[in-house]
C-alpha cells in the first residue's frame, strides 16, 4: 500500500472490552447520590419531575433546542473519490521541504492554502469551540 | 445507509431520560457509542489501558454536563469532543504528550497489547503521541488546525508542522524509499 490517506482510512476499529461497561456502570453508580439522602425530597421531587416530563412530551419535537452558537460541521473525514493524490503527494512533498529548511511563514501559508484547495475543504477558519 | 461511529443520531428522549439519571438510557447512550470513542481513545492514546481509562473519564463527563448539551452541535460530535480532550490530557498527566520537535527523543516503541490493539493502531503505534493525535484528529475526525490548536493550546502553524511531520514519518513507514528525506538525501 503506498498511499498513506488510504492506509489511515482502512484501520480497523475496536469494540470496548465488555469490563469497561461494568467499570462505567459500577463508576457511575458509586457517583450517584444514595436513596436515602432522596428520601425527604422524594415527594417533591417526583412532583417536579412529573411536571418537567409534561412540559418535555409537550414540546413539539421541531422546535430548536437554545443554542449557544452556529455548529460548524466538520470537515469530511471520508476519502474523496476524485482527489488527484498524486498532486497532493507532491504538495505534502513540498510542505515537508519547506519545513526543513525552515521556509518562511508566508511560503508555508501558501503552501497549505494550496493544499486545502486540492482538498476541497473550506478555509481552515473554523470559529474556535469551546473546550468542553 | 446509517451513520456509524460518532455519526450515528441517538434519540431526544433517550437522552432527556439519561438527564435524569434513568440507567437504561445511560446504558443506550453507551452502547451507541463505546466503539467509536474506544477506537479514538485507541488510536490517541496507544495504549488499551489508557484508552479504557479514557473512555470512562469521557462518559462519566458527559452524563455530568448532559444538562448543558444544548443540541447545538449533534450529541456524537460533543461527545467526540469530549473524548478527544480527556485523551490528550491524559496523554499529558502521563507525559507521554512528547513534542517530537525534540529530536534526541528515541523511536517510540509499540506498546505491547491486544491483537485488536495492533491492528487498530497499526503504524500509529510508532509514531509520537502528538504526531499521531494530529494525523488521527485531523485527517480521520475532521478537527480544522484551529481547532486543533485550541486542543493542544499552541498556534495553527504548530498543528500544521506536526501534520506535515506525521504525514512524512507515516509515508516513511510505509514506503521507506520515497520519503522525503530519503529524497533529499539522495540529491
Given at each position: 500500500m503506498n498511499d498513506w490517506r488510504t492506509y489511515l482510512h482502512a484501520l480497523p476499529e475496536a469494540e470496548a472490552p465488555e469490563a469497561l461497561w461494568q467499570r462505567i456502570a459500577q463508576a457511575r453508580a458509586a457517583s450517584a447520590p444514595s436513596p436515602r439522602s432522596f428520601a425527604r425530597?422524594?415527594?417533591?421531587?417526583?412532583?417536579?419531575?412529573?411536571?418537567?416530563?409534561?412540559?418535555?412530551?409537550?414540546?413539539?419535537?421541531?422546535?430548536?433546542?437554545?443554542?449557544?452558537g452556529a455548529y460548524v460541521a466538520p470537515a469530511v473525514t471520508a476519502l474523496p473519490a476524485a482527489l488527484d493524490s498524486t498532486a497532493l503527494r507532491a504538495l505534502d512533498d513540498a510542505i515537508a521541504l519547506a519545513y526543513a529548511?525552515?521556509?518562511?511563514?508566508?511560503?508555508?501559508?501558501?503552501?497549505?492554502?494550496?493544499?486545502?484547495?486540492?482538498?476541497?475543504?473550506?478555509?481552515?477558519?473554523?470559529?474556535?469551540l469551546a473546550r468542553l | 445507509m446509517n451513520a456509524t461511529g460518532f455519526g450515528a443520531q441517538i434519540d431526544d428522549l433517550v437522552l432527556a431520560r439519561a438527564r435524569r439519571g434513568d440507567g437504561a438510557a445511560f446504558e443506550q447512550i453507551y452502547r451507541r457509542y463505546s466503539r467509536a470513542a474506544y477506537t479514538l481513545a485507541l488510536r490517541l492514546c496507544g495504549r488499551g489501558d489508557l484508552a479504557e481509562d479514557v473512555v470512562q473519564e469521557a462518559f462519566m463527563k458527559a452524563i455530568e454536563k448532559l444538562g448543558s448539551y444544548r443540541g447545538d452541535a449533534p450529541f456524537g460530535a460533543w461527545l467526540k469532543r469530549l473524548v478527544?480532550?480527556?485523551?490528550?490530557?491524559?496523554?499529558?498527566?502521563?507525559?507521554?504528550?512528547?513534542?517530537?520537535?525534540?529530536?534526541?527523543?528515541?523511536?517510540?516503541?509499540?506498546?505491547?497489547?491486544?491483537?485488536?490493539?495492533?491492528?487498530?493502531?497499526?503504524?500509529?503505534?510508532?509514531?509520537?503521541?502528538?504526531?499521531?493525535a494530529t494525523l488521527v484528529l485531523h485527517e480521520l475526525e475532521g478537527y480544522?488546525?484551529?481547532?486543533?490548536?485550541?486542543?493542544?493550546?499552541?498556534?495553527?502553524?504548530?498543528?500544521?508542522?506536526?501534520?506535515?511531520?506525521?504525514?512524512?514519518?507515516?509515508?516513511?513507514?510505509?514506503?521507506?524509499?520515497a520519503s522525503p528525506r530519503a529524497m533529499e538525501e539522495a540529491r
Open positions: 425530597w422524594r415527594p417533591a421531587a417526583g412532583l417536579a419531575a412529573a411536571v418537567a416530563l409534561a412540559a418535555l412530551l409537550a414540546l413539539p419535537r421541531d422546535v430548536p433546542l437554545p443554542t449557544t529548511r525552515d521556509a518562511t511563514q508566508d511560503e508555508l501559508d501558501s503552501l497549505w492554502q494550496t493544499r486545502e484547495r486540492l482538498l476541497g475543504s473550506p478555509a481552515d477558519s473554523e470559529p474556535l | 478527544a480532550n480527556c485523551a490528550i490530557d491524559r496523554l499529558r498527566l502521563e507525559k507521554r504528550w512528547i513534542d517530537p520537535e525534540l529530536a534526541a527523543l528515541p523511536e517510540p516503541h509499540q506498546e505491547a497489547g491486544g491483537e485488536a490493539q495492533v491492528e487498530v493502531l497499526g503504524l500509529l503505534a510508532r509514531m509520537s503521541a502528538p504526531a499521531r480544522s488546525h484551529t481547532e486543533l490548536a485550541q486542543l493542544f493550546g499552541k498556534s495553527e502553524s504548530y498543528s500544521k508542522s506536526l501534520l506535515s511531520r506525521g504525514i512524512a514519518r507515516l509515508r516513511g513507514l510505509l514506503e521507506p524509499e
